[in-house]
Nanobody
Framework: QVQLVESGGGLVQAGGSLRLSCAAS???????LGWFRQAPGKEREFVAA????????RYAESVKGRFTISRDNAKNTVYLQMNTLKPEDTAVYYC??????????????????WGQGTQVTVSS
């Protein structure tokens, strides 16, 4: 059982930046940390994921080149740096802890623990 708490969401103008953080606590028998998002009326979608060492990183095509995922294992924290934000990035962002092959880290079924979400709103 892993508890995940997201922070750093907020309101930002298009073209701006935000950094999300997710602190993990409890039993951390997981090799993957990922970010997902869900916009109103839409399905939850994969954003980015990173393995334990940080050597394997995956991004959704829609955010590649704009978002950067990283982790600090000493702090049990994963980050999502979001640059050049667009209105279509508006969503509730969730971090999740998973277990599985890093090459399949975009697969939602690998994730077992989820945070409560943090709202990101990008204005036009």
């Amino acid at each position: 059982q892993v508890q995940l708490v997201e922070s750093g969401g907020g309101l930002v103008q298009a073209g701006g930046s935000l950094r999300l953080s997710c602190a993990a606590s409890g039993r951390t028998l997981r090799n993957l940390l990922g970010w997902f998002r869900q916009a109103p009326g839409k399905e939850r979608e994969f954003v980015a994921a990173i393995n334990t060492s940080g050597s394997n990183i995956r991004y959704a095509e829609s955010v590649k080149g704009r978002f950067t995922i990283s982790r600090d294992n000493a702090k049990n924290t994963v980050y999502l740096q979001m640059n050049t934000l667009k209105p279509e990035d508006t969503a509730v962002y969730y971090c999740a802890a998973g277990l599985g092959p890093a090459t399949n880290s975009a697969t939602v079924k690998l994730y077992h623990d989820w945070g409560q979400g943090t709202q990101v709103t990008v204005s036009s």
